[in-house]
């Protein structure tokens, strides 16, 4: 069994709380069935970062969301964000290539985003805050 949740089951973000105790409720029930449950079925959580989904493409790309589309790239390492292709690659690779052993782990999918130092995030939003706040008064 392979559970979609969120990074954000890990820390208080701007979600709701009903999404955060659902997300973090699949986490805790992948965990539960690896210990104890029948000895045929693994389970994994893929924590999900931010991924624009197939569906939200072109607004996400769209002219008028130019300002959101860059906050989410500068929250990334390596400035692209997680796509629906990326989601089903890593479900693709736990299913045929993750041995019997692995079982009830939480995979983080998110370009390396939880890694970067929240100092050094901040940092980068002030710059591009004085972007946005360049472009407001030209």
């Known amino acids: 069994i392979i559970y979609l949740s969120s990074l954000s089951s890990k820390f208080i973000s701007d979600e709701s709380l009903s999404y955060q105790i659902s ?7 992948s965990s539960y069935i690896a210990v104890n449950n029948c000895k045929n079925i693994r389970t994994c959580t893929i924590l999900l970062g931010m991924i624009v989904q197939d569906r939200n493409i072109k607004r996400y790309e769209s002219e008028d969301n130019h300002i959101y589309r860059k906050k989410c790239e500068k929250y990334q390492p390596n400035n692209i964000v997680g796509t629906t292709n990326d989601v089903v690659n890593c479900i693709l690779s736990i299913m045929f290539y993750m041995p019997d052993y692995f079982n009830g ?12 130092d929240h100092f050094k995030l901040a940092s980068k939003f002030i710059w591009l805050l004085n972007i946005v706040q360049r472009m407001c008064f030209y």
Not at 23 to 29: A, E, H, I
Not at 105 to 113: N, R, S, T
């Open 23 to 29: 997300k973090s409720g699949l986490n805790t029930l």
């Open 105 to 116: 782990q939480e995979i983080i999918l998110d370009g390396a985003a939880s890694k970067v």
